[in-house]
T-cell receptor, first 114, second 111 residues
Framework: DTAVSQTPKYLVTQMGNDKSIKCEQNLGHDTMYWYKQDSKKFLKIMFSYNNKELIINETVPNRFSPKSPDKAHLNLHINSLELGDSAVYFC?????????????FGPGTRLTVL | GENVEQHPSTLSVQEGDSAVIKCTYSDSASNYFPWYKQELGKGPQLIIDIRSNVGEKKDQRIAVTLNKTAKHFSLHITETQPEDSAVYFCAAPGSQGNLIFGKGTKLSVKP
């Protein structure tokens, strides 16, 4: 009965590899997000989707490509991984678009690039 | 929104004492200010929020105050307990309709 789930929880990989993180929400929400949290705990939005459509795309390298097959899923694919990509990545969802909607976060995926 | 400054970055209190975390924002049009709590190994979770038409909101041991003139808002936790230990984030609306988060405050409550 997990509301927002992410897989995998931990991901260790070599520089240059391509990897994906999956996110699913069973809350019936229309909006989903990807955040990056670095080692200092700074939480920064990367992307936001509403009903499978991209609505926010912060200045993220184009090596990062989100994909939303349906409104319950928002996956993150990362090409040519770099050391600086090491962080915890959080998926989140909200009922609607806009900052006034409570965001429900997943448990996070800790990505380590060696 | 746009720029949200949060202080302090770390805060250590004795169990039973009060804790106060402060945030300032730059966009005078901002009208919604949530606080999220992130426990170790988990994602952030909304604990309280305030809209600009009120100056204070309380929920049991936590309260948030807002000073629109000074463009700052604060989280107050009274009678702190060890389970209050976490990282707390303030936030404000950004220009793209997203939330801009502060840099977080790591609160440690010592028994």
């Amino acid at each position: 009965d997990t509301a927002v789930s992410q897989t995998p929880k931990y991901l260790v990989t070599q520089m240059g590899n391509d990897k994906s993180i999956k996110c699913e929400q069973n809350l019936g929400h229309d909006t989903m997000y990807w955040y990056k949290q670095d080692s200092k705990k700074f939480l920064k939005i990367m992307f936001s989707y509403n009903n499978k459509e991209l609505i926010i795309n912060e200045t993220v390298p184009n090596r990062f490509s989100p994909k939303s097959p349906d409104k319950a899923h928002l996956n993150l694919h990362i090409n040519s991984l770099e050391l600086g990509d090491s962080a915890v990545y959080f998926c989140a969802s909200s009922l609607g678009v806009g900052p006034y909607n409570e965001q429900f976060f997943g448990p996070g995926t800790r990505l380590t690039v060696l | 929104g746009e720029n949200v400054e949060q202080h302090p970055s770390t805060l250590s209190v004795q169990e039973g004492d009060s804790a106060v975390i402060k945030c300032t924002y730059s966009d005078s049009a901002s009208n919604y200010f949530p606080w999220y709590k992130q426990e170790l190994g988990k994602g952030p979770q909304l604990i309280i929020d305030i809209r600009s038409n009120v100056g204070e909101k309380k929920d049991q041991r936590i309260a948030v105050t807002l000073n629109k003139t000074a463009k700052h808002f604060s989280l107050h936790i009274t009678e702190t307990q060890p389970e209050d230990s976490a990282v707390y984030f303030c936030a404000a609306p950004g220009s793209q309709g997203n939330l801009i988060f502060g840099k977080g405050t790591k609160l440690s409550v010592k028994p």
